[in-house]
């Protein structure tokens, strides 16, 4: 973790003092990770983070996650982190749309020697949604945001009960609270969120961490 008080992206609500506090917690350094985050300081890249991509792990840990699928995986930071949290025997399935995002996140899964229990498709993920098969035990979503809507119906049946749903960006930097009148990505937002709220399925909390993050537990 690069833990130097300078929030991945540049994104967060927290204010930057305790934003810098969290991010300085002393934490296992890891040269991979501080290196994918200097590349999308650079590149203005949104990724999570080192903050959210901790949390992405312990959620996979404590639903014990064997499948995971990632929707939305840029260049593999955050699937890194969610492989962290895999049981031995895991797999993750990964979606991005750009081919280019496909190179460098193969190119850091064997760095990071998960290669084999990773496998990344080009693709739509609403396109892939349709056609894999089976459960997943977590299913982290970071798609753009104003497919958030038209995915949720996908999505959901493709959890298992008891698996964790976690979605980036819940809060859109504020946007969602007070954004009048509200950009089509912002009204996006706002109603995937009242699908998460709303279904009897769901137990939803936003996590204000970062961007807020969505988790969803599946009853
Ligand atoms: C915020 S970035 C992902 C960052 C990544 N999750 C991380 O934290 O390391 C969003 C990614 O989603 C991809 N994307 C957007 N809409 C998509 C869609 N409908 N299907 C697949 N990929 C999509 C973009 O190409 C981009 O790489």
Redesign the pocket.
């Known amino acids: 973790m690069s833990g130097q008080g300078r929030p991945e992206g540049g994104l967060t609500l927290l204010p930057a003092s305790v934003e810098a506090y969290l991010q300085a917690l002393p934490a296992p350094a890891d040269p991979l990770f501080a290196e994918l985050e200097a590349r999308?300081a650079e590149r203005g890249?949104?990724?999570?983070g080192p903050l959210v991509g901790r949390l992405l792990e312990l959620c996979a840990r404590l639903v014990q996650a064997h499948r995971i699928l990632?929707?939305?995986?840029?260049?593999?930071?955050?699937?890194l982190w969610l492989a962290r949290g895999l049981e031995r025997d895991g797999t993750l399935l990964c979606?991005?749309?750009?081919p280019e995002?496909a190179a460098l996140a193969g190119e850091a899964f064997r760095r990071a020697g998960i290669a084999d229990k990773v496998r990344f498709e080009v693709?739509?993920?609403?396109a892939l949604l349709d056609r894999t098969s089976g459960l997943f035990d977590l299913i982290?979503n970071?798609?753009?945001k104003e497919?958030y809507p038209a995915a949720f119906p996908k999505i959901l049946p493709r959890l298992r009960r008891g698996g964790l749903l976690l979605t980036?960006n819940l809060l859109w930097q504020g946007r969602v609270a007070t954004e009048e009148p509200a950009a089509a990505s912002t009204r996006a937002v706002r109603e995937y969120t009242r699908l998460l709220y709303a279904s009897p399925e769901l137990l939803t909390i936003i996590v204000p961490l970062r961007d807020g993050v969505g988790v969803s537990l599946r009853r």
């Open positions: 999308a890249f949104p990724i999570v990632e929707l939305g995986s840029g260049f593999g930071y955050s699937a979606v991005d749309v750009s995002n693709d739509d993920a609403l982290f970071d798609i753009d497919q980036d």
